[in-house]
């Protein structure tokens, strides 16, 4: 079992919609939660973090965390085309110690016009 | 705050060579890390740093890989002989003494090995 999951996608969504972007981790012990968006070629960048269950909302983005079913997820309202990128998961395990990021393979949404 | 910087942004090199990158991290963050991603997949850690002090290695890196940050500021990875599995994107990041775990990440190393 992978430590982090994601569906790879792509994800499609039309503009304007809401994408709904999910992950799944392994070690239940994991206290932070984090979102990365990373366009083509470019490096990852920090949209969201969450360390408690329920939701947190930043402007466009909402993340939802689940502890009990070590679920988090990323949600988008009012996509637009410069949403399109991959979105990457990632958990902070407390068997790294508390410094490093373990990260999903990414799912790449896609925002049509 | 400028963001996190990396130097060089690509490099080109041929199998067996050494190379050398250097990475900036945000003003008086105390922590840096060093990543690399492969296409397809999420960046896998590769070492982390508080001030000077190397605190944790992932077995990733390879005896041909070395890192250092000698005075608590910039940091430099080298690769010794290099092969064409190293190929890859070298991310650098850093967080704050408050908010340890909260990594931003500098434009990376676009690593070529032919």
């Known amino acids: 079992q992978k430590e982090v999951e994601q569906n790879s996608g792509p994800l499609s969504v039309p503009e304007g919609a809401i994408a709904s972007l999910n992950c799944t981790y392994s070690d239940r012990g994991s206290q932070s939660f984090f979102w990365y968006r990373q366009y083509s070629g470019k490096s990852p960048e920090l949209i969201m973090f969450?360390?408690?269950?329920g939701d947190k909302e930043d402007g466009r983005f909402t993340a939802q965390l689940n502890k009990a079913s070590q679920y988090v997820s990323l949600l988008i309202r009012d996509s637009q085309p410069s949403d399109s990128a991959t979105y990457l998961c990632?958990?902070?395990?407390?068997?790294?110690?508390?410094?490093?990021?373990?990260f999903g393979t990414g799912t790449q949404l896609k925002v049509e016009l | 705050d400028t963001g996190v910087s990396q130097d060089p942004r690509h490099k080109i090199t041929k199998r067996g060579q050494n190379v050398t990158f250097r990475c900036d991290p945000i003003s008086e963050h105390n922590r840096l890390y060093w990543y690399r991603q492969t296409l397809g997949q999420g960046p896998e850690f590769l070492t982390y740093?508080?001030?000077?002090?190397?605190?944790?290695k992932s077995r990733l890196l390879s005896d041909r890989f070395s890192a250092e940050r000698p005075k608590g500021s910039f940091s430099t990875l080298e690769i010794q002989r290099t092969e064409q599995g190293d190929s890859a994107m070298y991310l650098c990041?850093?967080?704050?003494?408050?908010?340890?775990?909260?990594?931003?990440f500098g434009p990376g190393t676009r690593l070529t090995v032919l």
């Open positions: 740093f508080q001030n000077e002090a190397q605190l944790e």
């Open positions: 990632a958990v902070n395990p407390p068997t790294g110690g508390g410094n490093k990021l373990t």
């Open positions: 969450i360390y408690s269950n």
């Open positions: 990041a850093s967080s704050s003494r408050t908010h340890t775990d909260t990594q931003y």
